[in-house]
């Protein structure tokens, strides 16, 4: 239908999506920088090609649906990016343009590109690689070392912790991980960030962040070691805070994220797979559309019962 | 209210002078007869007749609707359809500038005993002087009293002009406090009232203190002045009225036009003039402005002037604007042609730059959130503009449509740069069918708009 620029309001706010998703790519920045001093060339390497694979995704679907090219609001880098973050730096390169190109693919651009997408994009491609290569997936290498070395690991279904470091080192993310979830002070400073430009809302990460590890040691596990590895803390910060996956309202965000938390327990405690926190935010962002319709602002002058 | 947008007021340009101005009169103004659709008035005069300054043109012919009078003296040179800023055309009288019965100021004739006018007197004095409220739905003022319920305890002065630019009420008030706090003990005897309070935006400090030394010095005690946060649309009546009672938003007019009054400063002043001078209502306080105008300033316009006439009084334009606008961006109206005329209701003639007005390209929603924070009256404006965006009117009422003060929050804030008021205001006007006056203002704009003709 016609856009009727001619009504009001005549003025609109500076904001644009570019500029909102070219944000949240320089709040990776510190994390990014991490990951190239960690692994410098692997990391290099594995970043070059996810974003390769996700342009061919989405040149591909250019072409294929004739559609225009929406490369300049950013979100495909932004998704390769977050991708490569979540992978280890010892991946061979086609699994890794492969997974790019999936998460991209299948992951936003069938839906109808950004604003569309149910799944959010990276984790799609994230959980592909780890269903298909598990083992690939599982190594990594000592940072600054580069010894190939299994990454550390909670074993929840025996409760024990296999090659865990100690607790600066969890916080420096010094250990054999993939390339971005392991520095926790590089998370949170990018974390800081996307606050600070007013882009996520700060209960988010933390509801999620004490959800995890209430419950975890609930179960008898180590309250804040359980969070530090596995990732929890980067999806806190990146991955469920994004917008487009997650409920409207600032309510519904916040039951969100409980929600995640809880479902990221209880896959790592009775499922067979390694981390369950792919899967559980993939099921935390089918359950989206009803919590926006759960939760929703009913106006103030409505006699609905409800948020007000 | 808990939301709204905080907006650049840019109120400096034209405050840089509290007077409001007066510009040499204009040498032709074409009155409109009729504000609304349910309005009837029949013109009293003929082609070709001299009117003077303040002279009586046109009797009402319903209970709706006020005299229009003659905001210039001169020659009736045309009455027919002429182009009406808020859209379509209207039957309008033209009255040119002659000579020989020039008269350059409205001569007052003060009214005897006017302090002790009873109700009725005074609902007449508004009906035959014309007066409405001086705000773009320009209610009639007797109208609009009558309708004020018996237990309201509040008088509520709206001042706050939350929309960028517009400063009539803040210099009106600078220029003529006392004026402005008579008009509302007028109206505070009509209605009955107990408390008369002015609501102000909290960058009007100068304002609050001047206004809070003439209650002083009048020692009126039931008179208070109340600073409000200034966020975007803390001056729509109903919301303003909610407020100050600290009840729940009740939609538009429950509090505003029953229980807790909003009049407009600028309507007091207009009634304490036809009260006291029995001026009729044939000028009011305009703001030039928006950014392309040479000066920039409040000033008496005539009603009834051509915009091209006031821009060129107000030496001209310094580039093409990117649109024209009645009244503030925020709720104003574009313009196609400058040669509209100056209503009752114009608070502004605004000339926007083209990187003002901009509009950055449409794309899809994000799901920001940005809109639902931004909501006055705490709908979800993405939810019903995505219902109606799919033509599921019904669903959009379900998720709230009706309760839309269209202040435009949402199409201003969103990142995207979707038309959500357009698509909200497409399920409300499939609920509503022609109940109040903005209802028709909207609608006839649209209509017009579908001609596409562009600002030349």
């Not at chain 2, 909003?262 to 304490?272: E, P, Q, R």
Request: neutral net charge.
């Amino acid at each position: 239908m016609r856009v009727k620029t001619q009504l009001p309001p005549h003025i609109s706010a500076s904001s644009s999506v570019p500029q909102i998703v070219w944000k949240i790519v320089a709040a990776l920045f510190p994390l990014i920088g991490v990951s190239l001093w960690f692994y410098q060339w692997d990391a290099v390497r594995v970043f070059a090609f996810s974003v390769l694979g996700s342009l061919t995704a989405e040149f591909l679907c250019t072409f294929l649906w004739k559609g225009k090219l929406t490369l300049y609001d950013g979100s495909t880098i932004l998704t390769s990016l977050l991708l490569a973050l979540m992978l280890p730096p010892t991946l061979p390169a086609w699994m890794i343009i492969l997974g790019s190109f999936f998460a991209v693919f299948f992951g936003k651009e069938v839906f109808g590109g950004l604003g569309h997408m149910p799944f959010h994009p990276a984790i799609v491609g994230r959980v592909f690689l780890q269903v298909t290569f598990p083992v690939s997936m599982s190594f990594t290498l000592q940072p600054l070392e580069g010894l190939s070395r299994p990454a550390p690991f909670l074993w929840m279904k025996e409760e024990i912790y296999l090659n865990m470091p100690p607790l600066p080192g969890l916080l420096l993310g010094n250990y054999p991980g993939t390339l971005g979830e392991t520095c926790i002070v590089a998370i949170l400073v990018g974390g800081l960030i996307l606050f600070w430009q007013r882009l996520i809302y700060w209960e988010v990460p933390v509801l999620f962040v004490l959800t995890v590890s209430l419950i975890s040691w609930g179960m008898g596990l180590h309250p804040w070691e359980s969070v530090l590895v596995g990732g929890i803390i980067f999806v806190a910060c990146f991955i469920i805070t994004d917008p487009v996956t997650t409920p409207l309202t600032r309510e519904g965000n916040r039951v969100f994220s409980v929600l995640a938390g809880v479902l990221v327990c209880v896959l790592r405690k009775w499922t067979s797979s390694l981390e369950g926190i792919g899967f559980a935010i993939l099921m935390a962002n089918a359950l989206t559309p009803w919590l926006d319709q759960w939760i929703r602002p009913r106006g103030t002058r409505s006699n609905e019962r409800g948020k007000r | 209210m808990r939301y709204g947008i905080c907006l650049e007021g840019k109120k400096e340009a034209s405050l840089i002078s509290w007077a409001i101005g007066r510009i040499s009169l204009a040498e032709r103004v074409r009155i409109p007869l009729t504000n609304s659709l349910r309005e009837r008035v029949e013109p009293m005069i003929e082609i070709g007749e001299d009117v003077g300054l303040g002279q009586k043109i046109a009797v009402p012919a319903s209970v709706d609707s006020v005299s229009v009078h003659a905001s210039i003296s001169g020659r009736i040179t045309d009455i027919r359809d002429f182009p009406y800023p808020l859209g379509g055309m209207r039957t309008a009288i033209e009255i040119t500038a002659h000579e020989e019965n020039r008269r350059e100021f409205y001569q007052p004739i003060e009214r005897e005993d006017w302090n002790n006018l009873s109700r009725e007197e005074i609902l007449k004095i508004c009906q035959e002087l014309g007066l409405v409220d001086l705000v773009p739905e320009m209610h009639p003022l007797h109208k609009k009293i009558l309708k004020v319920g018996e237990k309201s305890s509040f008088l509520i002065i709206n001042a706050c002009e939350s929309e960028p630019y517009i400063t009539t009420n803040h210099a009106l008030l600078m220029s003529h406090p006392v004026e402005v706090l008579k008009g509302a003990e007028i109206l505070r005897k009509t209605l009955g009232a107990e408390r008369v309070l002015l609501a102000l935006e909290d960058h009007q400090l100068e304002v609050a203190e001047l206004i809070k030394s003439k209650i002083y010095f009048l020692r009126w005690k039931n008179y208070e002045v109340k600073l409000f946060r200034a966020r975007y649309p803390q001056g729509n009546p109903s919301i303003l009225a909610s407020d100050i009672l600290k009840a729940k938003f009740e939609g538009s007019g429950k509090f505003a036009e029953i229980e807790a009054p909003v009049f407009d400063a600028a309507t007091l002043y207009a009634l304490y003039e036809a009260v006291v001078y029995q001026k009729p209502l044939i000028e009011r306080p305009v703001t030039i402005g928006g950014g392309c105008t040479v000066e920039s300033r409040n000033v008496w316009l005539p009603i009834g002037a051509s915009f091209q006439d006031v821009l060129r009084k107000c030496r001209g334009l310094l580039r093409e604007p990117g649109k024209l606008l009645m009244g503030g961006p925020m709720r104003g109206f574009a313009q196609q042609s400058y040669e509209v005329p100056v209503l009752k209701g114009t608070q502004a003639i605004l000339a926007l730059p083209r990187e003002v007005v901009k509009k950055g390209k449409e794309g899809p929603c994000i799901r920001c959130n940005r809109c639902v924070e931004a909501c006055p009256v705490e709908i979800s404006p993405v939810l019903v503009a995505t219902a109606s965006e799919f033509g599921d009117f019904d669903l959009a009422r379900t998720y709230g449509a009706e309760q839309c003060i269209e202040c435009g929050n949402c199409s201003y804030i969103c990142p995207a740069k979707r038309p959500m008021l357009d698509w909200i205001r497409a399920a409300k006007q499939d609920a509503i069918i022609l109940e109040e006056d903005f209802v028709d203002i909207h609608q006839n704009q649209e209509q017009d708009l579908l001609s596409g003709a562009k600002i030349r």
